[in-house]
């Protein structure tokens, strides 16, 4: 694997090439032909490409058969379309304090490797000699997806697809026993569409910035670096509901808590020697 | 003992000897249950135990009994009603039945049967009935799981356990347990080193009658939840409860009559009259010693697997006893 | 499960008695369909049970004491969590994905961090990278020690289990001292981690991985060379490596069938584990006793492998330069980590927004459950609990 010289510093004069990718993603060309529709290639890092719905299976099969990727990650869906619902991020408190941004209506685009639908598959294979793995998506119709089963290839994809067409809606041709997997069975709807709405959103909206009042340490230095740091708009502190934790990214030198030396310091390199001893 | 006795009046007698039986059923029972179930098994897993209840625990039999009676009886809507009572009853009066034969002194006894040890194994089986009695009335299907492996674990074992007792029967040259006692003393030896692989296959096969770990696939907890027993709940549950421990206290001193020497002490003739005070003492220490070997054996194995099972008794401990019934038979009649 | 009945009745349209009156007809056509199947007894396991950790339920169809299918029903502690990340911001994602795998819970946060942070561009100092390494296998031990002391629980051996709690309780003290939490630490952020480490905590913590060498050690004694347990496991579940591989199994499940493949060693990650040296054990037979087995080796490995990373721990800072609000870049990540459980991905898919566009959460458990249909078939009833014991799963990691 020609990684060594990717996970190092970057060169940015030199044009990273991965040969072994490049080799899989030519194998994957020369076996589907006009199947193979697009690839992406992270040098070093991964590998995606995109098939239609006819290669799905015969390109599983392929991975499986000579390139070694004996080992089944999963198999997954994605509805590309942005949430009618918007972020569900905002909430009245927040436009008070911050002020409102503009709700722009997003276009549908999809990711990496291309599409054209609204709906994709995707599915992850790996080889457990050769330490690669690749991403194979297709284009799902956009009235009645449907997509042939992998059983045949890889036994475990039964429950893969089954949460697929429980979650996407999508139909799986050839599939044993396509009964909902994790929803009980008078269950309408497909959650994980978009335009399936996250019930308790609806009902209750997000209460913002919970935490209004910090730690007394935290108070202190949220006030200095209010007024050092260039003020970037709301400030989603991460102020989680959830509970555990309490500022989310915030760095700048705001760490004062707990029983630590100063080694948490952020203004790039203490190297002084600093043990947690 | 025997003075006192003639003055009473039959019916006296029958009271007496019914409230010294309950006696000498529940008290060991409770002694078992609060010293290995409560204690020994929780030093043996590095905790304490009960220890509010009482001086470090030792009321908590008593609450548990208090909190046992409080609780709703219930019956299982399919249930077969009068199996399903009774059962926990059928397991309870085949150890009072065993209690019978027990002697504790050269006097001390509530029945001097001549085919002692005969009676005692026979009735032993008739828990199983209860058992079975148990796992059909409950109308689940965890319970007639754990009822039908119960009878196959039960008959199986019931052969051993007569086989390792007869080579104990041909060096005492009787079946009565009092005389069996009297032989041990007699022949200045415990019949444990004889006969000790007679002993070893009596353990065992205790330990498969009582559906002890590594016994226990008929109440296996992590599968049949308690196998038989789930139905039950309440007062029942805690009869079924006291038969367990029971029953275990009985086959303890019934092992220690025929292997550690009954009542009897080294250097003190057996059927001297002052036997018939220590006598019982001294079979409830020999009872305690053989019941630690039981639960020391329960707390700390698995369980075996149903085939596992069947296939120890009838392949390994059958031809193993018959084996012991040879040598001892070759060994009295050269000797 | 519930087969169609012949007509649709749109539930809306009847009033409330009716409603519940539909649906208690529905359940109870369920049941029927279930047990009027005469041909063996059709035997529910779960949803409570003691031998399934946590609400699955088993429906097996028995002939006498022999399983002829077995099939896990899950979906009863369905969180939605893939719904739920997708209005999230990245750093309050990590709350929730703490309590997929709940007892090694550290490990759950990591390769969603590691996502995050590659679509940034952000690589945490190498202290941080330590810590977290640590941390994470500190949770493998916590995770592997609750299995090592419920296995011989499932078989019948109740003491085991109390010398796995009480000795994981010194490593769960640990991780609490460092993080605030024992079981949800929430410790990770996008660029490093949260805080440094208390005064005294490396030394106790290298006691700490002493007892759990000598708890190892006593496992072995106990346990692992205990006639019964070995009778009970051996030759019981039997998974061949293609097969395994063909369903997705991972972690130690693999290893126990011969599959020498671990992703610490194998791929490249920034955490600490390539500056380490250690071993990676597999175990030829794959069935249970082999996946017991390997999974103790495991835990003794882990806590050498602690002690090195606390002999090594690099001076520095802790986090990384990361910008108050973090909006991470769009594009597409997958990381994977040798999660206690197996392996575990979070493919993360980002618009530059927030919060994640969608975020598909692979868990070990799932794959590993997913092979259950065809290892249960023709097992006696009581290997049931020892397979199901032996394959180790968390519910939340099923069910997400």
Redo the contacts between chains.
Sequence with gaps: MSTTEDVATEQEEEVETDAVREAIAGAFAEHLGDGLLDQHIVPGRDLTIRVDAGSWVSAARFARDRLGMTWFDFVAGIDWLPSPFGREMEAEQDWVVHGRDEQETEEMSTGVAGGDSRFQAFMRLHSTEEHIGVTIKTDLANDAPAIDTLIAVYPGANWHERELSEMFGVDVVGHPDLRALYLPTDFEGNPLRKDFPLVARRVKPWPGIVDVEGMPEEEEAADESAEAAPATGDSTQGASTEGASTEGASTEGASTEGVSTEGASTEGESAEGESAE | MTPIIAELAYWQETVLRGLVGLVAVLLPTGALVYMFLFKMMSFMQSRLGPMEAGPYGQLQLLAEFGKFLQKEDIFPSKADRFVFAAAPFVVLVSTFLLVLVLPGGPDAHFVDLNTGIYFAMAVSSVSVIGIMMAGWGSNSKYSLLGGIRAAGQLIAYELPLVLSVVGVVIMAGTLNLKGIVLAQSDFGIWFIIPQFLGFLIFLVSIQAELTQPPFDMPVAESELVTGYMTEYSGIRFLLFFIGEFATAAVFSAIGATLFLGGWTIPFVDGSSEIMNWIGPLVLAVKMVLIAFLIFWFRMTYPRFREDQLQRLAWKFLIPLSLLNIVITAIFKVVF | ??TETTTEVD?NDIDEVDQLRY?AA?AAD?RVNIELETEG?T?N?GPQ???THGTLRIVARLDG?RVIQAEPI??YM?R?Y???T???????V???I?RIDWVGSFANEVPFILASE?LMGVEAPP?AQYIRTALFEMGRIANIMLFLGDM????????P???AM?DREFVLNQIESAT??RF???FN???GV?????????KETKSAMQRVRDFCDEMDD?VTG?E??Q??CRGVGIIPA??G????LSGAN?RGSG?D?DLRR???SPLAWKDLDWKVWTHPDGDSFSRFWVRLQEVRESSLMVDQILDG?P????????????KVPA????V?TENPLG?M?Y?V?S?G???PF?V?I?TAS??N???TP?LLEGV??????TILASLYFILGDI?R
């Design positions: 499960m519930s539930i649906v529905r369920a007894m035997l396991i049970h003691p031998a004491e899950m979906g369905h939605g893939e719904k739920l997708e209005v999230r911001t990245y750093p309050q990590t709350t929730l703490n590659e202290r011989p629980v499932q078989l019948g051996g109740v003491t289990l109390f010398y009480r605030g939490g949800h630490p929430n952020r996008i660029g949260k805080d440094d480490l208390p005064a005294g905590w490396i106990l205990n019964i347990f009778s009970r293609d097969v591989k063909a369903y997705g693999l599959v493949w194998d791929q490249p721990l001076a520095g800072p802790i986090m990384a330069k990361v910008p108050r609000i973090i594009g597409e990540s997958y994977q392996v991905g493919y898919i618009k927004e927030l919060t969608r598909k692979r799932f794959s459950m997913s092979i065809w006696y009833v009581p290997d049931i609990a069910d």
